[in-house]
């Protein structure tokens, strides 16, 4: 069973920037999808971004163009690249190994001025 770590959230102005991350225990990695969540108050769950093993990405209509998925498979790791944020980002985002249903912990991104 995997294990993942999330870090790099905070609090930014709108218009800013922030990079998440996600690193991931486990051997298989580089040959698995992941994928950013994220939740707001009062809200269900929604998909934001995906990339597979060969770094085909899908995003949210929300935050295309303005938010970026990547991974580094040689630090068991997965980013996501915010960007022109905007006070709808606010939310708790969450890392999602897709092989094994396994979610991060969640990371609080919250963007006001």
């Known amino acids: 069973q995997v294990h993942l770590v999330e870090s790099g959230g905070g609090l930014v102005q709108p218009g800013g920037s922030l990079r998440l991350s996600c690193a991931a225990s486990?051997?298989?990695?580089?040959?698995?999808?992941m994928g950013w969540y994220r939740q707001a108050p009062g809200k269900q769950r929604e998909f934001v971004a995906l990339i597979d093993s060969v770094g085909r990405t899908n995003y949210a209509d929300s935050v295309k163009g303005r938010f970026t998925i990547s991974r580094d498979n040689a630090k068991n790791t997965v980013y996501l690249q915010m960007n022109s944020l905007k006070p709808e980002d606010t939310a708790v985002y969450y890392c999602?190994?897709?092989?094994?249903?396994?979610w991060g912990q969640g990371t609080q991104v919250t963007v006001s001025s």
């Open positions: 999602k190994y897709y092989v094994f249903n396994v």
């Open positions: 486990g051997s298989r990695f580089a040959i698995d999808d």
